[in-house]
């Protein structure tokens, strides 16, 4: 059974630092994905990650992936407040995505 | 515009009543899923569907049903064996695996509130 771990589970950051949320799994999977939620509202696709190795960035977000580790990591840098949302990974495997439990992220002024 | 439609946003059940909450898609997507979400935690996945006619279990298909007569439609009913409904429900859809890398994310829609009265 695939099981897929996130953490830390909550996270108060101050604006202007860097952190990085860490997703751990179980077994090898096709493909590793990214996705924000902000409160109340539906999942935001964020990143998409292949391989080993694979980086991505966007804006402030950057996902890694090293499926040596079963390991993806989102680093963010130089926090701002439209960052605060809830943050999780997900791993794809045949037809299927096995959820994170969420990172929930608040930015601090 | 593209997307994913779930309707209503709030529903409300009684008990011993069955609800269904529907999900349209004009995407074009083959594979539709629904997921639950309860508070604090992640997405538990319910029933997915790759093509018409055809749907698999998920890990907490029991106390729900599904149908996809449709490619854009794939309902959700929640029956009166699911003793505890309340939750968050997500429908989503993917396009075809392979050729565009796009067409591998799985797209949600804005949720349906399911409360029992």
């Known amino acids: 059974e695939l099981k897929v771990e996130q953490n830390p589970l909550f996270l108060s950051m101050q604006e202007g630092k860097n952190y990085t949320i860490y997703c751990n799994y179980s077994?090898?999977?096709?493909?590793l994905y990214w996705y924000r939620q902000d409160p109340g509202k539906s999942l935001e696709s964020l990143f998409v990650?292949?391989?080993?190795?694979a980086v991505k960035q966007e804006g402030r977000l950057m996902a890694s992936l090293d499926t040596k580790a079963r390991l993806s990591t989102l680093h963010i840098t130089a926090a701002v407040h439209d960052l605060s949302a809830t943050y999780f990974c997900?791993?794809?495997?045949?037809?299927?995505?096995?959820f994170g439990t969420g990172t929930r992220l608040t930015i601090i002024p | 515009d593209g997307g994913i439609t779930q309707s209503p946003k709030y529903l409300f059940r009684k008990e011993g009543q069955n609800v269904t909450l529907s999900c349209e898609q004009n995407l074009n997507h083959d594979a539709m899923y629904w997921y639950r979400q309860d508070p604090g935690q992640g997405l538990r996945l319910i029933y997915y569907?790759?093509?018409?006619?055809?749907?698999q279990k998920g890990d907490i298909a029991e106390g729900y049903s599904v149908s996809r007569e449709k490619k854009e439609s794939f309902p959700l009913t929640v029956t009166s064996a699911q003793k505890n409904p309340t939750a968050f429900y997500l429908c989503?859809?993917?396009?075809?695996?392979?050729?565009?890398?796009?067409?591998?994310?799985?797209?949600f829609g804005a949720g349906t509130r399911l409360s029992v009265l």
């Open positions: 569907s790759q093509i018409v006619n055809d749907f």
């Open positions: 990650l292949l391989s080993n190795g």
């Open positions: 997900a791993v794809g495997r045949n037809e299927k995505l096995t």
């Open positions: 989503a859809s993917r396009g075809l695996a392979g050729g565009n890398l796009a067409k591998n994310i799985q797209y």
């Open positions: 077994t090898t999977s096709d493909r």
